[in-house]
């Protein structure tokens, strides 16, 4: 769903609407699929627009499974992905946007940030190295680079991975007993669980002060894989849809 007025994250929902079974899920999800392979050759081949996907979430919301179920099939000529982590030296000697605006999406392309520009109003808040009044101005900055974006014919999906906390402990107990998922264990794991209500008032300030009509977020329940990567991919096909790209005609056929 889009951002409405204000947002309670400990009432918004973690699991799947009552009546939305998994298999008829999964069977949609290989159409919707489908479907993005031919409207992001389009976008590729028209080569005027771009679309940028922005993921945040909750440490164990999944953003790396979703962008592995939503975006593998499609041709990677025309996608891209980009993580943000704790900002190098150099980045530090500019302005907060400027390793970001490095990485948005050139006409054609599709980039997904697997957590983003939004990390400096969220952890750097939780972490006492942003106060409120830098974030109302990092706020305002955040609207323009978007409108900038949008003006520039970049199309900006931002998706927020509601995992509830009992969902997010199961999961970072995960990486302490399951082998595969142990490379992902960092020490600080435990403690960011126990910040869940100050993540949670930090994300719900970005909801109110960043989601301009034109650049709402969308809030995806979670806790269940197969329907947080449906959502996403559904959202996308419909704003590609929207796009309506075109193949351009040849060069023998444009006009002289």
């Not at 947002?7 to 079974?21: E, F, K, Y």
């Not at 976008?43 to 790396?64: F, H, I, P, T």
Request: hydrophobic share 35%; glycine share 4%.
């Amino acid at each position: 769903m889009k951002t409405p007025a204000a947002v309670n994250l400990a009432t918004l929902p973690s699991r799947a609407p009552d009546g939305v079974h998994k298999d008829d899920t999964l069977q949609q999800m290989q159409q919707l699929q489908q479907e993005l392979v031919e409207l992001q050759k389009r976008l590729y081949a028209e080569n005027r627009r771009s679309v940028l996907v922005v993921l945040q979430g909750m440490d164990a919301s999944g953003k790396d499974g979703l962008i592995r179920r939503v975006f593998s099939g499609l041709n990677p000529q025309g996608v891209r992905v980009y993580s943000f982590k704790e900002p190098t030296e150099l980045e530090l000697a500019h302005d907060f946007l400027w390793r970001v605006h490095q990485q948005v999406p050139p006409k054609g392309m599709i980039h997904v940030f697997n957590r983003s520009h939004y990390e400096d109003v969220l952890i750097t808040r939780v972490l006492g190295l942003v106060n409120k009044e830098e974030a109302q101005r990092r706020f305002e900055a955040i609207n323009n680079f978007e409108k900038l974006l949008q003006q520039a014919g970049t199309t900006v999906l931002k998706f927020y991975l509601h995992v509830s906390e009992e969902e997010q402990r199961a999961r970072l107990q995960e990486r302490v007993t399951d082998p595969e998922k142990r490379w992902k264990y960092e020490a600080g794991d435990e403690d960011k669980a126990k910040q869940w209500p100050q993540y949670r008032a930090v994300y719900e300030d970005v909801f109110k002060h960043c989601s301009p009509p034109s650049c709402p977020w969308h809030l995806v329940p979670a806790d269940q894989n197969w329907y947080k990567a449906y959502v996403v991919a559904r959202t996308l096909r419909d704003t590609l849809a929207d796009l309506n790209p075109q193949y351009p005609v040849s060069k023998e056929e444009r006009p002289r």
